[in-house]
């Protein structure tokens, strides 16, 4: 019994408590558990992504992301729509708890921001009219025809490439999310949006068709964080894991590259730099 005092005694001196241990070990940021709420920063890419006007959101970057919050003891996640260069903005502004994976990989976000392994994988691809009337092959033939003009989505991967592999910045038609894309196309005002080889489904509905870029690099697409988050990052990883060995991210990814993102588990793997 003196044993056990003299412990309790020596805890509350050095200012612990039972409860102080729980709080040190709980990788859930305090805001969360106080409000009960899951915010998470999305853009805009059905089927991938819907929201109802009440912010319940389904789809595949919904559903990995809410058997992850299952699997922690948290409630399903509630999305805010922005555009795609905001997404970090509300994340470090504090009006979000994470960023659904609508953000690739990139040198620059890894500063900013820390992501889990990919939960998406893929090649840039371009959506050209169906026919390819310019005969694009990807970036680099976009860059030897300087009347092409290339819609990207503003502050996304596909466009810090197409201008690292030589298209001018005058080819480039920036616009804030996939519809304006492909409007963009239809219109007229663009030859071919450049995106993931998966982001459009069914182009041919569209009256579009997509041709892979072969000299792309494989991008990855992970959840992302605030740096001082980094635990519930490595929550998030952990339950990612669970989902990869039982089979689960396998049955609802919806594209049929399954073979390359099941090997890649961080997003150093792809990006060095990230955390």
């Given at each position: 019994?003196?044993?056990?005092?003299?412990?309790?005694?020596?805890?509350?001196?050095a200012?612990?408590?039972?409860?102080?241990?729980?709080?040190?070990?709980?990788?859930?940021?305090?805001?969360?558990?106080?409000?009960?709420?899951?915010r998470?920063?999305?853009?805009?890419?059905?089927?991938?992504?819907?929201?109802?006007?009440?912010?319940?959101?389904?789809?595949?970057?919904?559903?990995i992301?809410?058997?992850?919050?299952?699997?922690m003891?948290?409630?399903?996640?509630?999305?805010l729509?922005?555009?795609?260069?905001?997404?970090?903005?509300?994340?470090q502004?504090?009006?979000?708890?994470?960023?659904?994976?609508?953000?690739?990989?990139?040198?620059?976000?890894?500063?900013?921001?820390?992501?889990?392994?990919?939960?998406?994988?893929?090649?840039?691809?371009?959506?050209?009219p169906?026919?390819?009337?310019?005969?694009?092959?990807?970036?680099?033939?976009?860059?030897?025809?300087?009347d092409?003009?290339?819609?990207?989505?503003?502050?996304?991967?596909?466009?810090?490439?197409?201008?690292?592999?030589?298209?001018?910045?005058?080819?480039?038609?920036?616009?804030?999310?996939?519809?304006?894309?492909?409007?963009?196309?239809?219109?007229?005002?663009?030859?071919?949006?450049?995106?993931?080889?998966f982001?459009?489904?069914?182009p041919?509905?569209k009256?579009?068709?997509?041709?892979?870029?072969?000299?792309?690099?494989?991008?990855?697409?992970?959840?992302?964080?605030?740096?001082?988050?980094?635990?519930?990052?490595?929550?998030?990883?952990?339950?990612?894991?669970?989902?990869?060995?039982?089979?689960?991210m396998?049955?609802?990814?919806?594209?049929?590259?399954?073979?390359?993102?099941?090997?890649?588990?961080?997003?150093?793997?792809?990006?060095?730099?990230?955390?």
């Amino acid at each position: 019994m003196k044993l056990r005092l003299s412990w309790m005694v020596f805890l509350a001196l050095a200012g612990y408590s039972p409860s102080s241990f729980g709080q040190a070990d709980d990788p859930i940021p305090t805001a969360i558990r106080k409000s009960g709420e899951i915010r998470v920063a999305a853009a805009s890419s059905p089927p991938y992504l819907v929201v109802s006007p009440t912010g319940e959101a389904t789809g595949y970057d919904a559903d990995i992301i809410n058997l992850a919050l299952k699997g922690m003891g948290l409630p399903a996640m509630k999305a805010l729509l922005l555009a795609n260069d905001a997404l970090i903005p509300a994340l470090q502004a504090h009006q979000v708890d994470l960023v659904a994976p609508d953000l690739g990989y990139t040198e620059a976000r890894c500063k900013a921001v820390v992501f889990t392994g990919p939960v998406y994988a893929s090649q840039d691809g371009v959506y050209v009219p169906i026919g390819n009337p310019k005969h694009l092959t990807g970036y680099s033939s976009v860059a030897q025809s300087q009347d092409v003009k290339l819609a990207v989505v503003r502050g996304s991967l596909q466009e810090a490439f197409a201008l690292k592999q030589g298209v001018k910045p005058e080819q480039l038609v920036r616009v804030t999310d996939i519809a304006a894309g492909i409007a963009t196309i239809r219109g007229g005002r663009a030859n071919a949006f450049a995106l993931g080889q998966f982001t459009i489904p069914n182009p041919e509905q569209k009256s579009l068709e997509v041709v892979v870029d072969k000299q792309s690099p494989v991008n990855g697409v992970g959840v992302a964080f605030r740096m001082e988050d980094i635990r519930f990052r490595d929550a998030f990883d952990k339950q990612f894991d669970l989902l990869r060995s039982n089979g689960a991210m396998k049955e609802i990814y919806p594209f049929p590259n399954w073979d390359v993102l099941s090997k890649v588990h961080r997003a150093s793997e792809l990006v060095p730099s990230c955390k």
